[in-house]
Structure formats: C-alpha cells, structure tokens
C-alpha cells in the first residue's frame, strides 16, 4: 500500500453561509482538482486526526483563530485566506468611515480605508442607521447612491436610492446585529458598467495572475446577476501580469487591485493564496469615467474554476505562458455548453432552477508565439 504525501480537506468554516447544491458540486470539483495538482487525497472529514500534510479549501474565508486551530500557518496550507475579524472579509474595508466619532467594529484600521479610499469609487462604510443616514445624505447631494450588504454575492442585496426616504426603508429592513458586524456600503452608482477581474493564485511553486471581465446574465427570475469570468492567465505575480500589453483602462483597473492588495498589509494576521479583486470601470453622476476596486475575494469563488484549469495546464506544459479561460454559468433549460466544456452542473437546482456551469480554456501560448 502506496504512502500518501498529503490530505486535501475540504471544510465548511465559522463564517460560510449555505451553499446551494451546484455551488458545493464546484467547491467539491475545485478541491478535486486541487488535490491533483497537489498529489494529495481527497477528504471531506477535518475532525479526522491525518498523519499526513494537510491542505484546507475552505467555502468562505476563514477566521484567524479557526485557521490556528485547524493548524493552517501560512498560505501554503489552504486555499483562500485568513482574516482577523469577521467584516475584513467584506466589501465594507473599500470605504471610509463617515467621521472620526462614527461607529466601527473591533480592529477596523482607518488607514487601510485611507489608503485604499485612492483607488475605490467614492463612498462610505457605516456601522449604525446613523451614520448610515449622514453618509446618504452627502452622497445624494452628487447623484445616485448604491447601498450594498457586504454579505451579499453575485450582485444580490443592493439597491440604488435617490431619496433620503429609501434609505430610511432599506434601512428598517436591515438586521441591527449585521449592520453592527458587517457594516452597510454606501457607493457612488455608476452606469454602463463593466467588472474587471484581477486575481493572483499561490500554490506550492506555482505563482499564476490574470485579469479578466466579468459576464452579466438573467437568473430564472429576470435577475441580473454574476455568470462568469473570462480570464487572461498567466505564469508569475504582479510584475508579469504588468509585462503583458493590455488595454489602457485594463491596466488601470490591474494597478488598482494592486495597490489594494498591496495595502492589505495594514490587517495582521492577513493571508492568502489566492486573491481576486472586483474592479468596477463606468461613468458617474456628472459624465466622467469612474474606475475603482469594488471589492475584493479570497476564497474559492465564481473565477476559481478557470483559475485552476488554466494552473493544471500550466503544470502539465512548461512551455505554456499565456491560457485564455471561461468560468460559465447559464440560466434556462435551453442552455448548453461548447464541445470542449468541463461540464460541473447541468441540471435543476432546488434554488436556482434550471442551471448550467462549466469551464473551458479558450486559448494557450506558448514562449516565442
């Protein structure tokens, strides 16, 4: 019986939410994959005592002290991150408090705010219905206001206001404890937007980054949410992903993600592995282009599953520098996928309704193309 080098685990941390049954089927495909890369078993099972090495992909970001007690000591052993405290993981660090008095949770660092505030779209983060209301009534002097929940993914649970009345009502709907937690956004609204994806993956030797745009598409319900990410990728950090030619406004929105994750360094005990930032790129209230870090993801998330094909690609051919990647999602019972798609889920899901995911690589380039 051969001895096997490690475990890859995948686990539910403190912070997760519900996963819905086509989003567990992808974690489980990711950490699959994962474990290929790494010559490592799979194992759902974390309360297990292994003997071997262990590799954590987590469904959300993990907590400081979860990660030192499932004995996670650096990036190298999982895939994600690790935060100090539970609203660091959110969209509510992109913004500024609305005054030196206003209300913040434990550890929220008014410098990284400061710094970061040169690179977002203009807005606040407030913690009370208070300051939520004063940072309202500034902004909509200049135009529209987008109110965000950090918790929220894929586009769901913002609104755009125009009256200080409704913010008053999206207030009353918000629980007391989650403002307190994690904070409400209030952002500049832009129109004819496009989301840029910028992203760097560490995983034992092999460093990857791209950039990329997101894909808008209907739910089953009409909704305009999240469906995709098409991806650049390539071999080595930031200093690589800078080499590569681009479109002007690209290469904005990839210094901005940079400098954020760059200043990610005023949260101790800050790690991760694998790194996403949303960056938002439209025209703002008075007519001029806005370009900015909407948020930022360290978990496995909707681009993971192109981030990890184009690294087996790279593993599995030195001569690869450039891989163009798709992670698709689709709506419909009609919806179908290209010959050459990893197909992850096709099917009804219980909450979603008819649905479709899969990943393909588009394109690779090899030295000297």
């Known amino acids: 019986m051969s001895m096997v080098r490690g475990v890859v685990v995948v686990y539910f941390s403190r912070l997760g939410g519900r996963l819905r049954g086509d989003q567990q089927i992808l974690l489980d495909a990711d950490a699959r994959l994962l474990a290929k890369l790494k010559g490592y078993d799979l194992r759902h099972d974390a309360a ?129 404890d989650e403002l307190a937690t994690y904070g409400l956004v209030l952002e500049e609204n832009l129109r004819n937007v496009r989301t840029l994806s910028v992203g760097q993956i560490v995983l034992d030797s092999f460093t990857i980054s791209y950039y990329g745009t997101q894909r808008r598409v209907q739910d089953n319900d009409g909704r305009a949410i999240y469906g995709g990410s098409d991806l650049v990728c390539l071999r080595g950090g930031w200093d690589a992903l800078d080499a590569l030619p681009m479109a002007p406004e690209i290469r904005v929105g990839v210094a901005q993600a940079k400098s954020y994750d760059a200043w990610m360094s005023e949260y101790p005990s800050f790690i991760a592995s694998r790194r996403n930032y949303d960056v938002g790129q439209g025209i703002g209230a008075d007519g001029r282009r806005r370009s900015g870090v909407l948020e930022s993801s360290w978990r496995a998330g909707g681009a993971t599953s192109a981030e990890l094909a184009a690294l087996a690609a790279f593993a599995q051919d030195p001569a690869l520098q450039i891989i163009e990647a798709s992670a698709v999602e689709e709506f419909g019972a009609d919806a179908k996928a290209p010959p050459d798609a990893v197909i992850h889920f096709q099917g009804e899901d219980p909450e979603a309704g008819p649905l479709l995911r899969y990943t393909v690589v588009k394109s690779k380039q090899s030295a000297g193309q």
């Open 48 to 176: 297990r005592a292994y003997s071997n090495s262990l590799f954590f992909v987590p469904d959300d970001v993990l907590l400081k002290e979860e990660a030192e007690a499932l004995g996670i000591r650096g990036p190298e052993d999982l895939y994600g991150g690790v935060v100090p405290h539970p609203f660091v993981k959110t969209k509510a660090i992109t913004h500024e408090l609305v005054g030196s008095d206003a209300q913040r949770p434990q550890g929220w660092s008014s410098a990284f705010a400061e710094k970061v505030g040169e690179v977002a779209l203009p807005g606040y983060t407030a913690f009370s219905p208070g300051d939520a209301r004063w940072a309202a009534k500034r902004m909509l002097e200049r135009g529209p206001v987008r109110l965000k929940r950090p918790l929220g993914a894929s586009g769901q649970g913002q609104t755009v206001v125009t009256t200080a009345d409704q913010v008053d009502r999206f207030l009353e709907q918000l629980d007391a």
